[in-house]
């Protein structure tokens, strides 16, 4: 028995709710990881530990994206770091900057002593952000 046109067989039905379906799944997931960064934008990265290897770490990737906050439990150790970006906010705790700014992360580069570096970037995986370690003892 030959359909007309304007009825759906199952085979269109099941290919739309297919395509729906995927619509949607997408439309959730970057709806849950906030920001979606194109390939020309820059991202705005934090960095947590920033008084020895982060500063390095900062530097190199200051060329391409935007430093906006600097996380550092030692400030004096970390002045250096701080005059670098004299427009980035300062926190002492990370998790602070984390609840504050959470919005407007997209990545997140850690260089804390090798005691607590998983901490910092276990909070900033599960928050959905890309994430650089500083991993001693380790080359890749």
Not at 12 to 29: N, Q, R
Not at 71 to 81: E, G, H, I, P, S
Not at 90 to 99: H, L, S
Request: a positive charge; one cysteine or more; aromatic letters at 10%.
């Amino acid at each position: 028995m030959k359909q007309n046109n304007k009825d759906n067989s199952r085979r269109d039905f099941i290919k739309k709710a297919a395509l729906g379906t995927a619509g949607l799944s997408f439309a959730m997931t970057a709806k849950s990881y906030g920001n979606i960064i194109g390939a020309n934008e820059k991202m705005n990265i934090v960095g947590v530990g920033v008084g020895g290897m982060g500063r390095t770490n900062l530097r190199a990737m200051a060329k391409t994206e935007n430093i906006i906050v600097l996380a550092d439990v030692d400030f004096k150790y970390a002045q250096r770091c701080f005059k670098d970006y004299p427009d980035a906010e300062k926190f002492k705790d990370y998790r602070k900057m984390y609840d504050k700014l959470s919005k407007d992360i997209d990545g997140v580069m850690v260089a804390t002593p090798d005691h607590t570096h998983y901490v910092s970037a276990a909070d900033a995986m599960r928050n959905g952000w890309h994430v650089y370690v500083q991993k001693p003892l380790t080359h890749s």
